[in-house]
Nanobody, 127 residues
Framework: HVQLVESGGGSVQAGGSLNLSCVATGYGYSRYCMAWFRQGPGEEREGAAGIYTGGGSTYYADSVKGRFTISQDKAKNTVYLQMDNLKPEDTGIYYC??????????????????????WGQGTQVTV
């Protein structure tokens, strides 16, 4: 199993950028799909982006497409979320997760979470 630790959150003005990192420790990083989720104040948790660590395929929620980029460094077992042109509605706690993925097109991004079993502690992003 993997353990996940996020970092890189903070406060930024609208239009600014942040780069989140998620380090996976433990066994089996390459077996997982990794994803970033977020939860705004008073809102449900929703998916933002996902990546298959093996093949590198990526998936994005419509709300972040064209502004956020998910990537990985396999040598460091680390997944990144580069967030550009940030908007106030991007404010929330951002969580890294590991799991099987797969619901990208069969449900809204709020339904992606059922495919993920391991979660980090979250990092706050304020725009």
């Amino acid at each position: 199993h993997v353990q996940l630790v996020e970092s890189g959150g903070g406060s930024v003005q609208a239009g600014g950028s942040l780069n989140l990192s998620c380090v996976a420790t433990g066994y089996g990083y390459s077996r997982y799909c990794m994803a970033w989720f977020r939860q705004g104040p008073g809102e449900e948790r929703e998916g933002a982006a996902g990546i298959y660590t093996g093949g590198g395929s990526t998936y994005y929620a419509d709300s972040v497409k064209g502004r956020f980029t998910i990537s990985q460094d396999k040598a460091k077992n680390t997944v990144y979320l580069q967030m550009d042109n940030l908007k106030p509605e991007d404010t929330g706690i951002y969580y890294c997760a590991a799991g099987s993925g797969g619901s990208w097109y069969t449900t809204s991004s709020r339904g992606w979470a059922k495919d993920f079993t391991t979660w980090g502690q979250g990092t706050q992003v304020t725009v």
